[in-house]
């Protein structure tokens, strides 16, 4: 029986054949990565985030600590190097809990998975046996995996649509300025992720103020790019229905 199967076995179809696709995932305010208040504040039992999911998954917080040399870093004082940690921190707790920071995380999964089936439809035999991580280290000069990041990079591309992020933007502080500065560092992270929303500016029309809409999309890599920018397609929506204005 098992034999049967195997023999049955269908070929996946190359990589090159599928259509392209996106995700979207909608976003409002809720979490992105948690901060470090948050990790240190205690709830009615005394009992702070951390410290739960500590007791949670301890195998796991003893690798991290083993990954991170957790230990040696508490002992120097130095700003830097306890910043550095507990942005590692945040992050470990982050992952663990009902964040964007998490997802998006888990959707880049997606793009490594759809890296390697083009690296294996496109390598030579020798580039196979040597590993795709192997190659990985040196992609610059490796022209498979060069080749797969590109036709990845053309067949998925990973959406967050948050509705106020333009108003985020232009927050000094609190909450939402917090917000921005940790999406801008998952854009600046994954170069494959880019972020839409609504962006609102004031303009004069026929000499009297008015509010204008625009459809915006941007992301990030080396620089923060603005992808596509559109005022008609929303004027017109909001111009049609007046109860979608706000």
Not at 92 to 99: A, F, K, L
Not at 115 to 126: T, W
Request: glycine share 4%; hydrophobic share 35%.
């Amino acid at each position: 029986m098992t034999v049967y199967a195997l023999y049955h076995v269908t070929l996946t179809s190359s990589l090159l054949s599928v259509l392209w696709f996106s995700v979207l995932t909608p976003y409002y305010t809720e979490d992105v990565l948690y901060t470090e208040e948050e990790l240190k504040m205690e709830n009615e039992d005394g009992i702070t985030i951390l410290f739960y999911l500590q007791k949670i998954y301890p195998d796991e917080w003893r690798n991290f600590e083993e990954r991170s040399n957790f230990k040696e870093r508490t002992k120097n004082p130095e700003d830097e190097i306890a910043a550095k940690l507990m942005e590692l921190i945040r992050q470990w707790v982050s992952y663990r809990g009902q964040t964007l920071f998490r997802t998006v995380r888990g959707m880049m999964y997606y793009k490594q998975a759809l890296e390697l089936q083009c690296f294996l439809d496109m390598a030579e035999d020798h580039e196979r046996f040597d590993g795709y991580r192997s190659i990985d280290l040196n992609y610059h000069d490796q022209t498979a995996t060069a080749r797969s990041r590109a036709v990845t990079d053309m067949k998925f591309t990973y959406v967050v649509s948050c509705q106020i992020y333009g108003a985020m933007k232009k927050a000094n502080e609190g909450r939402n300025r917090t917000c921005y500065q940790n999406i801008l560092n998952l854009m600046l992270t994954y170069s494959s992720l880019r972020v839409a929303y609504i962006d609102e500016r004031e303009e004069s029309v026929n000499g009297k103020p008015q509010k204008i809409y625009y459809s915006v999309l941007v992301k990030g890599g080396d620089k923060l790019d603005e992808v596509w920018n559109n005022r008609s397609v929303v004027q017109n929506l909001l111009d049609k229905y007046e109860f979608l204005k706000f």
